[in-house]
Structure formats: structure tokens, C-alpha cells
């Protein structure tokens, strides 16, 4: 694994508030309802990884924490791929491809933990479904509870089967800023509330 390199050199990604709101101004009315978002950018740093566009198993994607309320607006390195491509047909979990979520506004999210290989606490998929484009020849819209979860990644993979992950070196971080601002906007029913989560498109 030495050589290995999944975080993009320019470090991580830096928008204005200012930009930002303009970014999400299609989704405002239904923001006002949620006063935690998160907001993922795909490719934001289109020229990080091989192609020079956006790829998967490299951490160039934003992930941003927005909670006007509290004065917070961090950006962390993110991914909002799947980590390797897997084509597949259909909606059975034996055949079906690997999942993209598609963008928007997805109101499906609450404090949960993550069941994968290490399980942790996370932002989950827990109060809806989504809708994900699956690797296929072409790919295919499929829409579920599929668990794309907001999560913690790794070092030498994105560590991701359609979730949207994070460094490990930056997810302390971004959780315990959410956690905590979860506990201040919602106090003892911080783990019932529903966090929004808007996937954008560089």
C-alpha cells in the first residue's frame, strides 16, 4: 500500500458563506425546515485525481457542516463515490452495481451508527429512501433504504460502497462538531431530529 496517495495536495476545500448560499439557493425553502445540513460537492478538486475529473478511492469531493443558527461552516476533504466500480442489472442485492446517490436534497438523515466492517458512530440513512444511480451497462436509477450512510473512510481507500465518507484524520472532527451542534440545536432529542443532507454537483 506505500505510495498510495487518496487526499488531493491543495489540502482541504475552501469556499465563502457567501458562495455557498448560492450554491444551495434552489434548496432554500426546504432548508429553512433543517437547521443542521451537511453539504457534499463531487469534484470539487476535479484535477486531483487520474482522469482529471472527478474519480473514485480519492477524497476529491467536499463534505461541508452549515448550521447558520450556531455561526458553523466547516469543510472537510470528503468522497461521495463508491470506492471501485461493480456492474451489475437489477434491484436484488446479489446482482445489482455499485451506487452513486444522486444529487439533491436528501431530508433521510439522523445520528445512527455505521455498521460496516468497523462499526462507529455516524450520520445514517435512517428516515427515508434515495435515489442512486447503480454501475450497469448503462446505469440504472434504483431507489431505497440502501444505507449510504455519512461515515468515516480510511487511509489507503475511500472505504465506500455508495456512502459518503471522510478521512479518518478529519473525521474526529467533523463529527464532534455535528454531534455537538446537534445537542445544542435539539438538546436530549438530538438523536431523533433529522439532519439534511444536499449532494451538489461541481
Known amino acids: 500500500m506505500v505510495g498510495i496517495r487518496i487526499l488531493p495536495d491543495v489540502g482541504r476545500p475552501q469556499i465563502s458563506a457567501t458562495n455557498l448560499e448560492i450554491l444551495l439557493q434552489p434548496f432554500q425553502d426546504q432548508l429553512q425546515h433543517y437547521p443542521l445540513t451537511i453539504i457534499g460537492i463531487r469534484g470539487f478538486f476535479p484535477s486531483a485525481g487520474p482522469t482529471g475529473e472527478n474519480d473514485r478511492n480519492i477524497y476529491d469531493d467536499a463534505i ?3 448550521v447558520p443558527k450556531l455561526g458553523v461552516l466547516s469543510a ?24 452513486v ?26 428516515a427515508g429512501k434515495v ?20 461515515h468515516r473512510g ?20 467533523f463529527y464532534g462538531l455535528a454531534c455537538g451542534a446537534a445537542k445544542q440545536l435539539w438538546g436530549m432529542a438530538w438523536k431523533n431530529e433529522v439532519v439534511a443532507y444536499v449532494l451538489l454537483e461541481n
Open 101 to 126: 446517490l444522486k444529487t439533491g436534497l436528501w431530508s433521510v438523515y439522523r445520528f445512527d451508527v455505521h455498521h460496516g466492517s468497523q462499526p462507529h458512530d455516524a450520520i445514517c440513512q435512517r
Open 154 to 173: 480510511g487511509y489507503t481507500k475511500t472505504s465506500s460502497l455508495g456512502c459518503q465518507t471522510i478521512p479518518p484524520a478529519q473525521w474526529d472532527e
Open 76 to 99: 472537510f476533504n470528503g468522497n461521495t463515490d463508491p470506492t471501485r466500480v461493480h456492474q451489475g442489472w437489477g434491484t436484488s442485492e446479489q446482482t445489482r452495481g455499485m451506487a
Open 64 to 66: 461541508i457542516l452549515r
Open 131 to 150: 435515489t442512486v444511480m447503480r454501475d450497469g451497462n448503462p446505469p440504472y436509477a434504483d431507489t431505497g433504504n440502501f444505507g449510504i450512510n455519512i
